[in-house]
């Protein structure tokens, strides 16, 4: 029996849903990972924030679902915002300069704050 790659929840914290993902996310499991986007922009949040903490690998198919959120959300003012990367997607964050386009932070609290200040207050 295979044991489950990718997991993920989505949860309500601040009046905001934040999504969870759990494992790896590879060219296997990315369409799970994209639907799990999808929703949470369906639900007409603007600001998307991953927690990635879980996350143990992702490759190109997982940048790309990333990208392709930052064009749906940017014209309305929106943003994609990870939370507590590892270190091999932080390096390629920074390689790829992905890290330009996407808001990274150190925790939850961080996202939230700098959201809410986008928004003005």
């Known amino acids: ?3 489950i790659r990718l997991d993920t929840n989505i949860r309500e914290h ?3 849903r934040i999504l969870d993902v759990i494992g790896e996310i590879d060219v296997y499991t990315a369409p799970q990972f994209k639907e799990s ?3 949470v922009i369906a ?3 603007r600001h998307l924030i991953i927690n990635m903490e879980r996350v143990t690998y992702m ?3 997982g ?3 990333l990208l392709s959120a930052t064009k749906r959300l940017r014209p309305d003012g929106g943003t994609v915002n ?3 990367c ?3 997607i932080t390096r390629m964050l920074r390689i790829t300069k992905l890290d330009t386009i996407f808001g990274t932070y150190s925790s939850e609290e961080d996202a939230l704050a700098e959201i809410k200040e986008k928004a003005g207050g």
Do not use: A, C, R, W
Request: no cysteine; hydrophobic share 25%; aromatic share 4%.
């Open 63 to 65: 940048f790309g679902t």
């Open 1 to 3: 029996m295979e044991s």
């Open 14 to 16: 601040n009046g905001l």
């Open 82 to 84: 990870l939370v507590k």
């Open 59 to 61: 490759d190109s198919s």
């Open 86 to 88: 590892n270190s091999p």
């Open 37 to 39: 986007v999808n929703n």
């Open 43 to 45: 639900s007409g949040q």
